[in-house]
């Protein structure tokens, strides 16, 4: 499970690098959608990690 976590905490790490690389170029209401879909993104993660873990106890 660990190394899943891990490989998962890598992934974002290089979203975030790629993104800040790309997000300048686009227009407003493109980075506008981007950062909702990203948080939509995170608050799944989020909940479905406090789930796991809550079948885990």
Request: charged share 25%; with cysteine; proline share 2%.
């Amino acid at each position: 499970m660990l190394r899943t976590l891990k490989g998962m905490a890598a992934g974002a790490v290089v979203g975030m690098a790629v993104s800040a690389v790309i997000l300048p170029q686009l227009d407003r209401r493109t980075q506008k959608n981007l950062r909702r879909v990203g948080r939509r993104a995170i608050n799944m993660a989020e909940n479905t990690c406090d789930m796991v873990m809550g079948y885990m106890r």
